[in-house]
């Protein structure tokens, strides 16, 4: 297995938008459900959203729900969060995570993370 | 949403010694809870899962204990490559979420 590679942070202005994207291989992209998890200095590792293996199923954690969205492309291998509405307190390094377990019906919710990218930097600031 | 809380917040041991660090939820997640290690400049490690049991790839000298609201990771006999800093997860109520973290240093 490799490891997923993260891209698409950068610096963005209060209220702007990104396309943070994640590529994989070495495993069944579909059989798995995947994470976006954050990290800042301060506010440690918080969880920000989900997918389903089979993308029928999204999850969010309140302070990004209605801001960010989640998807998937299994033809590609790819995870992908748009994120939009930016402030301050989104500037964080952001990790694509895949769930611990094979879930051969797709339909599996996010519960661990055996494998993590390096991340890719958001930073919020004008 | 469950808030875990780690204690203690740095620990300060040396190799060969036993480490036990503590994970404590607002309300009560079974099992199902997981510990991961994080060293400087990398990603998480999952170490241990649905409270007890050791990921792939994991030392023996990680032990995972609890249920409830109470959960222990021990490491038996530290090692150099040890020195890290601990994360638990929970998965029992959305969202999931992390404690703030055990600093494990020499």
């Known amino acids: 297995e490799v490891q997923p590679v993260e891209s698409g942070g950068g610096l963005v202005q209060p209220g702007g938008s990104l396309r943070l994207s994640c590529t994989t291989s070495?495993?069944?992209?579909?059989?798995?459900?995947m994470s976006w998890v954050r990290q800042t200095p301060g506010k440690g590792l918080e969880w920000v959203s989900g997918?389903?293996?089979?993308?029928?199923?999204?999850y969010y954690a309140d302070p990004v729900k209605g801001r960010f969205t989640i998807s998937r492309d299994n033809s590609k291998n790819a995870l992908y969060l748009q994120v939009k509405s930016l402030t301050a307190d989104d500037t964080a390094a952001y990790y694509c995570?895949?769930?611990?377990?094979?879930?051969?019906?797709?339909?599996?919710?996010?519960?661990?993370?055996?494998?993590w990218g390096r991340g890719t930097l958001v930073t919020v600031s004008s | 949403e469950i808030v875990l809380t780690q204690s203690p917040a740095t620990l300060s041991l040396s190799p060969g010694e036993r480490a036990t660090l503590s994970c404590r939820a607002s309300?009560?997640?079974?099992?199902?809870l997981a510990w991961y290690q994080q060293k400087p400049g990398q990603a998480p490690r999952l170490l241990i899962y649905?409270?007890?049991n050791r990921a792939a790839g994991i030392p023996a000298r990680f032990s995972g204990s609890g249920s409830g609201t109470d959960f222990t990771l021990t490491i038996s006999s530290l090692e150099p490559e040890d020195f890290a800093v601990y994360y638990c997860?929970?998965?029992?109520?959305?969202?999931?979420?992390f404690g703030q973290g055990t600093r494990l240093e020499i």
């Open positions: 995570a895949r769930d611990r377990e094979h879930c051969s019906g797709g339909n599996c919710p996010p519960r661990y993370f055996d494998l």
């Open positions: 070495g495993f069944t992209f579909s059989n798995y459900a």
């Open positions: 997918v389903s293996g089979n993308g029928g199923s999204t």
């Open positions: 309300q009560s997640v079974s099992s199902y």
């Open positions: 649905d409270a007890s």
């Open positions: 997860q929970q998965r029992s109520n959305w969202p999931i979420t």
